[in-house]
C-alpha cells in the first residue's frame, strides 16, 4: 500500500518519462512538489523501491525504473 505522497510521486515519475522519454532527476522531483531537499526524493524513491514499484540504478544518471 502506498501513501498518497508515493502514489504522487509514482504518477509524477510515470508522466515525466511519458513525456520526455526518460525518468527525472531526484532534483526535478523535489522541484515538481516544492520539497527544499533533494533528500525527500530520495526517501520517497527508497521507499518505492522497497515497496517493489521502482527500482534504482544506482551509479546511473536518471537510473529510475517503474516496476
Request: positive net charge; hydrophobic residues 40%; without cysteine.
Amino acid at each position: 500500500m502506498l501513501t498518497d505522497a508515493q502514489a504522487k510521486v509514482l504518477k509524477f515519475i510515470d508522466e515525466f518519462r511519458a513525456q520526455n522519454q526518460y525518468p527525472p532527476t531526484r532534483r526535478e522531483i523535489s522541484r515538481h512538489f516544492g520539497w527544499s531537499s533533494d533528500n525527500a526524493a530520495e526517501e520517497h524513491l527508497r521507499a518505492l523501491e522497497a515497496k517493489g514499484r521502482v527500482r534504482i540504478n544506482r551509479g546511473v544518471a536518471r537510473g529510475l525504473v517503474v516496476i
